[in-house]
């Protein structure tokens, strides 16, 4: 079984600063790594996903992500934030051999960013 | 480009009721999921199906039924609805080969549901 940790709740952010979004997981079997997107009042959409070789991934929107298996991190960040940024974030696992492609979800962050 | 579709997206209901979430995607998904999204929770698996006819649990099953008769349409029925059943519901599907993960999977907008 796995478990996913995002030690934020909350993230409060000003316009075109910088932010990062912490995550770390527990696994006992090797996972892939997402973070997914809710902005007010919509379903998810993938940011990034890690499946294997370089351990710096970029996503949509100028996010990025960086792999960490020594520390079984998987934190998200953008150098410069807009209002638009403004949404919940969640980091979530998937066992790399098991059935069913089944995700298991942080419990999110909001990010508020601030004019 | 319709993607997954959820309906309705608002319902209130009494306790005992019964009622189903709809759920249609056209992007010729096999896999299909159905979760629940409590506040500072994240979301829970409550069940999925890797294809029509094959249903399974997942993390929060208790409460719920589903039903895959055609590869587009995954309803979620609940049965005697309780308040610990108040929550937002995402409806999702993706498409793997080989029964392996890692692929995208697609969310609908959600369905608000609310038990008094």
């Known amino acids: 079984a796995q478990s996913v940790t995002q030690l934020d709740s909350q993230v409060p952010v000003f316009e075109e600063a910088p932010v990062e979004l912490r995550c770390n997981y527990s696994?006992?079997?090797?996972?892939?790594l997402f973070w997914y997107v809710q902005y007010p009042n919509q379903g998810l959409q993938l940011l990034l996903k890690y499946l294997s070789g370089s351990t710096l991934v970029k996503g949509i929107n100028g996010f990025e992500a960086e792999f960490n298996k020594s520390q079984t991190s998987f934190h998200l960040r953008k150098p410069s934030v807009h209002i638009s940024d403004t949404a919940e974030y969640f980091c979530a696992v998937s066992e790399l051999k098991a059935a069913g492609n089944k995700l298991t979800f942080g419990g999110g962050t909001r990010v508020l960013v601030k004019p | 480009n319709a993607g997954v579709t959820q309906t309705p997206k608002f319902r209130i209901l009494k306790i005992g009721q019964s009622m189903t979430l709809q759920c249609t995607q056209d992007m010729n998904h096999n896999y299909m999921y159905w979760y629940r999204q409590d506040p500072g929770m994240g979301l829970k698996l409550i069940y999925y199906s890797v294809g029509a006819g094959i249903t399974d649990k997942g993390e929060v099953p208790n409460g719920y039924n589903v039903s895959r008769s055609t590869t587009e349409d995954f309803p979620l029925r609940l049965e005697l609805a309780a308040p610990s059943q108040t929550s937002v519901y995402f409806c999702a599907s993706s498409y793997s080969t080989g029964g392996r993960s890692g692929n995208t999977i697609y969310f609908g907008e959600g369905s608000w549901l609310t038990v008094v």
């Open positions: 696994s006992s079997v090797s996972v892939y």
